[in-house]
């Protein structure tokens, strides 16, 4: 059900119906840069809500799909925090491209080289553990000293080192600090253009799993990604398993593959044959041959075509924008896609929850019903209950004198019970013991069936490791002996609280209490349905003497109502001793909060529906500034990247083959392929 106060539900409905408004008629107060600037604030409450929502939702019981469900949670979240709401709050932000790739490529090597500076220090031993550099213009320090991008990251800030200075790799950075996997160097570097930064970031294959998720989280938070393989890895699992992901969300991204010998020309075909058949047929593809290191730096000449590409990125305001566009709308589509699995996700926590809940319900209400049946079918009135009672009642002379009529039943009752009062609680006793027997098996067997039941459901069987559950608890014993004696009591209330109103029966009660509540027990249990040959005379005797004393003291309306009513109030104090022993197994869903799973995935779909009208609400009107918007190139003079002014390097082609090979030649140009031009 839908609360009509929730807050969150009214700032979705805010949202949509502010950028539907835009979209109605296109404009709003101020002309199309308002109503584009409108649609962008409805988006981005829109997502602050689903990113709100997303948090909190919690996918704890181990189903099928659930660990991929937690994952896509978490990447939906970390790349909303990390990249999406940040890039719609500050389009003007540089374009932040990260290096990625598999151990060994030489990301660290080709940074390095594309800006003529030691940076960042590649690695010697593997894995290698290391923050993560950042490098920018200083002129865009701001952008990224504060958390506005991957806030999750604590910021180190250097300095690139001067030309002609120490050129060490080993002696580029300063010591790691304690955990560099959630540290973020920031190095300012005025040989990258501004508008421009380059992020090196760690393996994506590292065998350290803190490596692999932090580099996992740079590429989600990349405008670009600038990914690196070798000849010799560029088939591995792991990357192409990260690039499918970049490839379902529309990512733009770029292959660098390095490392390639002389001949091997039929590697770097094999690599755009496999780019083309996943979805990443408009990805540039760059070639950077296997060569020696000058100062740690690859020759101009190999990094030529990498450096001049994002030399032209860099100088082309325009073009960085329908970068950053690009990958902001694939994300938000994949956001709204990942949103919608974790919804089901958190359908199938509700389903699982309920289903645990029911098996445990079920074994326990067989124990309440296995109780009221040894309860009332008179199996109670059988061995130390029924002797016991023989013994009080003894022989059948006080049930002539109750035959023989009421007028001399009061004076009977009255010597009987002030005769025989030491035995009353002997009688109290067996019933106890009786009842106390019956109580304690029925919820051992419920305990049994309920521990059988989660044991053979997978999310049931993780929540009762540790846990010693197919038993009863260790304090179920006193506490059923505790409520039959509260129960007994109860009956001794009652039939005083009967009592006290009937004049003529006061004498009898003052000395027949206990006498009477036995009475009372035993018609609550009197039945012949479970008693068979000899039994069913003695017991039926029995209950008929019980009942005829009860008849004659309060009368027939009066016991009937006193025997449902101390029934009632037993079932009651057995269910109390039952639904103790449920919570030690819905205890455990409680802490785990699954019993909110059905709310969480109304909440999430109902948030994702919301971003995805506002995505289309700003993407149109996003349309109508470009239609109104004077044509402009963007261009600028910007520093070159090194490499990017070597001689044969073409701004529009990237290096693809070794010379004497043109097949990429004949390849529309990967520049424009990649800013939304023409296609392969």
């Known amino acids: 059900m839908t609360a009509s106060g929730d807050p969150g539900d009214d700032a979705v409905r805010t949202g949509a119906s502010a950028g539907e408004a835009v979209a109605r008629d296109g404009t709003a107060p101020g002309g199309s840069v308002a109503a584009g600037a409108a649609a962008t604030a409805g988006l981005v409450e829109s997502l602050e809500i689903l990113r709100g929502r997303l948090a909190a939702a919690r996918l704890p019981l181990d189903l ?14 970390h790349q909303l925090d990390d990249y999406l709401l940040p890039r719609l709050r500050s389009h003007a932000a540089p374009l932040l491209v990260v290096v990625g790739g598999s151990t060994g490529a030489g990301k660290s090597t080709l ?66 600090p ?7 160097r920031l190095v300012a570097s005025d040989a990258l253009p501004q508008g421009l930064a380059l992020v090196d970031a760690p393996d994506v294959d590292s065998v350290e799993t803190a490596n692999r998720e932090l580099a996992a989280q740079l590429l989600a938070a990349a405008d670009l990604w600038l990914f690196v393989t070798t000849a010799a890895r560029y088939a591995d699992a792991v990357p192409w398993d990260l690039l499918h992901r970049a490839a379902e969300r529309r990512a733009q991204v770029a292959i660098v593959l390095d490392r390639v010998d002389p001949g091997a020309e039929a590697v770097a075909d094999d690599l755009r044959r496999m780019m083309d058949e996943n979805g990443l047929d408009a990805a540039p593809q760059f070639v950077v041959g296997e060569s020696e290191l000058v100062d740690g730096f690859l020759p101009e000449e190999s990094v030529a075509q990498v450096a001049s590409w994002l030399s032209a990125l860099g100088a082309d305001g325009d073009a960085r924008d329908r970068v950053a566009t690009a990958t902001r709308d ?72 109750v035959e023989q009529g009421v007028g001399r039943v009061r004076d009977a009752v009255a010597a009987f019970f002030r005769g025989r009062p030491a035995q009353a609680p002997q009688v109290e006793q067996a019933i106890a013991h009786g009842l106390e027997a019956v109580v304690l098996d029925a919820t051992d067997v419920a305990a049994e069936r309920a521990y059988g039941g989660w044991r053979a459901d997978p999310a049931g069987a993780a929540l009762l490791d540790g846990l010693d559950l197919s038993r009863s608890s260790a304090g179920v014993r006193a506490r059923v002996a505790e409520e039959i004696r509260g129960w007994q009591s ?65 009368g027939d309306d009066a016991v009937r109502r ?119």
């Open 562 to 680: 006193l025997t449902r009513t101390a029934r009632d109030r037993l079932a009651e104090r057995v269910r109390a001793v039952l639904d103790d022993e449920v919570r030690r197994y819905t205890a455990q869903l409680d802490a785990l909060g699954t019993a909110e799973a059905d709310e969480t995935a109304r909440t999430v779909r109902e948030a994702a529906r919301a971003v995805e009208a506002a995505a289309r609400v700003e993407r149109t009107a996003r349309g109508r500034d470009q239609d109104t918007a004077r044509p402009t190139t963007g261009r600028h003079a910007a520093r070159l990247l090194r490499g990017a002014g070597w001689s044969g390097s073409a701004e529009d082609e990237p290096a693809s083959l070794p010379e004497g090979d043109d097949e990429p030649r004949r390849r529309p140009g990967f520049w424009r392929r990649l800013l939304g031009g023409e296609r392969a």
């Open 178 to 184: 304690p955990d560099p996997t959630r540290t973020l």
């Open 330 to 401: 694939g994300v938000v589509d994949d956001l709204v896609r990942r949103a919608v699995l974790v919804a089901g996700a958190a359908d199938a926590q509700a389903t699982s929850d309920a289903r645990l809940r029911a098996v445990v319900g079920r074994a326990y209400d067989e124990a309440a019903a296995t109780v009221d049946a040894a309860t009332s079918d008179g199996a109670l009135l059988r061995g130390e209950v029924l002797a016991r009672w023989q013994d009080f009642v003894g022989t059948s002379e006080l049930f002539r004198s």
């Open 490 to 554: 109860d009956v001794l209330d009652l039939v005083r609280e009967q009592g006290a109103g009937k004049r003529g029966a006061a004498r009898a009660l003052s000395f027949g209490i206990n006498g009477l509540g036995l009475s009372l027990m035993v018609v609550v249990f009197a039945s012949t349905g479970g008693l068979t040959g000899a039994e069913v005379g003695i017991a039926g005797g029995t209950a008929i003497l019980a009942q005829k004393l009860l008849e004659a003291v309060f």
């Open 111 to 176: 940074v390095n080289s594309l800006l003529g500076e030691h940076v960042s220090a590649p690695g010697v031993l593997r894995p290698t553990t290391r923050a993560p550099v950042l490098v920018h213009h200083p002129l865009d320090e701001r952008w990224f000293s504060t958390d506005r991008v991957l806030p999750g990251l604590a910021r180190v800030t250097e300095h690139a080192p001067r030309p002609g200075a120490d050129a060490s790799p080993g002696r580029a950075a300063p010591a790691a």
């Open 64 to 77: 099928p799909g659930a660990a991929a469900a937690r994952e896509d949670l978490d990447l939906a979240v």
